[in-house]
């Protein structure tokens, strides 16, 4: 099998916290309280250069994953593909350069930064609105396979 995704390309990087959120204010994105903590607490590194960062959105069907599955099973299946984990704050600047989203959800498949409080970002339009919001999920919770993910692929 060779699973087929939508390819995303963006640059992270170089903004401290404090920009990157008044850079999401300004573009008026949404946020709900769950995105605004992980916001707070996510690593953010100011003093690196802007990099190149490519996506790959994929549903978990499209992985293989008919019946949908937990999340370190969805992980792990995209892991085979080739696709990794996006870090936390490359969510936010996923958000912010990707305006032309289509309407719905897309998770960021990232790493949890605990086992307490959201796990990560769900990226949605709708109404032509642009959200950022925190999810939260336990890894034995099931997942339906029409989910749409985003994970990071090599540069």
């Known amino acids: 099998m060779d699973p087929q995704f ?55 069907r499209d992985l293989g994953l008919s019946q949908g599955s937990t999340l370190p099973h969805i992980f792990q299946t995209a892991q085979h593909y080739g696709l990794g984990l996006v870090p936390l704050a490359a969510a936010a600047f996923l958000r912010l350069q990707w305006g032309d989203q289509p309407a719905g959800n897309v998770f960021v498949a990232s790493p949890a930064l605990s086992n307490q409080g959201p796990r990560g970002f769900a990226l949605t339009k709708a109404a032509k609105q642009l959200q950022l919001h925190g999810f939260f999920a336990s890894d034995d919770k099931p997942w339906p396979a029409t989910t749409s993910f985003a994970f990071e692929l090599s540069v």
Request: charged content about 20%; aromatic content about 4%; overall charge positive.
């Open 6 to 60: 939508t390819t995303i390309q963006l640059s992270g990087g170089g903004m401290t916290r404090a920009a990157l959120v008044n850079a999401l204010r300004e573009r008026h994105v949404q946020t709900d309280q769950a995105a605004e903590r992980l916001l707070q607490t996510m690593p953010v590194y100011p003093g690196e250069r802007p990099y190149p960062i490519r996506l790959g959105l994929i549903r978990a």
